[in-house]
């Protein structure tokens, strides 16, 4: 003959809410983070306007076309062409073409954000960390690298 065990369910109750709350609270520290999520200034959709490369000083337009794209659980993908199909490749295109994506992180006080790059067209770009300086006005944001040396700055459009 087999025996019921009772267990009085108020003795149920505690160990249940806190495994709630621990899942709960390791969700939340597992999410990527992007700085001020709800009030990052870069969080939706940005249509390419222009591109310019060059030395600094000394930027010249290129006809690319492009997007990137911010969102509140911290991700940030993109993805601009070169319309000219014999244009060489640089680090970061293949064929004329660049899109990748990772997560972000925003330094809104120091108006900077840092992308670890998850999937990309340039698999070398893959594990990177690219650290990119931003500015917002309205709805305009230009994209410049940390060091100017690198010649390039991307203006976008919110869409």
Not at 52 to 74: A, K
Not at 75 to 80: C, D, E, F, H, N
Request: aromatic fraction near 8%; charge should be positive; hydrophobic fraction near 45%.
């Amino acid at each position: 003959m087999a025996t019921k065990l009772k267990i009085a369910p108020r003795t149920l109750v505690l160990p249940l809410v806190l495994a709630v709350a621990l899942l709960v609270a390791a969700f939340s520290f597992a999410q990527p983070s992007m700085a001020h999520r709800d009030t990052s200034p870069l969080v939706g959709g940005w249509l390419m306007t222009s591109l310019e490369v060059g030395t600094p000083g000394n930027l010249r337009p290129v006809p690319y076309s492009g997007q990137i794209i911010f969102t509140r659980s911290g991700t940030m993908s993109v993805q601009a062409m070169n319309p000219d199909a014999s244009a060489p490749d640089t680090p970061y295109t293949i064929n004329g073409y660049e899109a990748f994506y990772g997560t972000v992180a925003v330094n809104k006080a120091a108006g900077t954000f840092v992308v670890t790059v998850e999937s990309s067209a340039v698999r070398n770009l893959i594990g990177q960390r690219l650290t990119r300086v931003f500015k917002v006005s309205g709805d305009r944001l230009v994209l410049t690298p940390t060091d100017p040396a690198e010649g390039w700055r991307v203006t976008y459009r919110r869409f």
